[in-house]
């Protein structure tokens, strides 16, 4: 069954070429959101976000492993997306799955960064505890428990709250007897004594949708149905673009491309600033 109408769909369409959406907002402007992090006691870091009716729950879990063997020098990002049934009727069976690792691909792109390692959402190095032999793991995990449309967008401002609420037990290394001798690791609970990740570097993902002429970030449910076309483009604070994921059946024309990537870099910044501010607040809010 098709979401929206023709009729609904030309509605749609009208609104964003005189740049008066259906919710009153324009082309660029995202929704207000809300965060909390540290919602998950158990895990290393978490954070809810609420955009819209979209509500995710993201956590990292932080386990001790070994370096990937063409990265020795560094730790590994494992990222897993699920779609709670709950969330919306087409996420019911194989739907829901579907999604999930759709989901999980595009942000996997955006968060473990290249073969080397570089453009990862964290600096990599700064999770070895013991090069060639020990690492930090970490397992980015996100439900997505109702769904209003923008999940891509909204699942890395999650993780990146999320990371941002990470503090890594401190480790001590305790170097084994004789030459052979295997170094152990001690894992000091004090959370006092914790190391903040650094993330800087973390991106923030946002989905530019085409419709006729016109380019919007933040789309509802009914946009992104009506949409020829999309590209997801994931930005650092600082403005670099880390990846580019183009969905949709329509190609893009270099021209509106290159508005496109204009377009991401301009809300991407705004809208590091404003999630850096919102995970300010949730953090004083706990002390």
Known sequence: MDLVSSAEGRFVADGVAQNMRADGRAREAFRPFSLDTG??????????????????????KAEIGSPPPGRPWGGRIEVSVDCSPTATPAFRGRGGEELSQELTRVLERSFLGGADGSGAAVELGQLVLVERKSCW??????????????????????????????VLPKVEVVMGEGEDGEPELEVVDDPDEGVPLDTSATP????????????????TPEEEAVAESSLCVAVRPDGRVVSATKGGNAGVHPSVLSEMLDMSHRVAVSLHRQVDAAMAAAGSRKK
């Open 137 to 166: 793991v970490l397992y980015l995990d996100a439900l997505v428990l109702n769904m209003d449309g923008n999940l891509v967008d909204a699942l890395s401002i999650a993780f990146k709250a999320a990371l941002g609420n990470s």
């Open 204 to 219: 923030i993902i946002v989905t530019l949708n085409r419709l006729g002429k016109h380019v919007i970030v933040d789309a």
């Open 39 to 60: 919602v998950i006691p158990q895990a290393t870091g978490s954070a809810r976000l609420r955009l819209g009716a979209t509500h995710i729950l993201a956590c990292v």
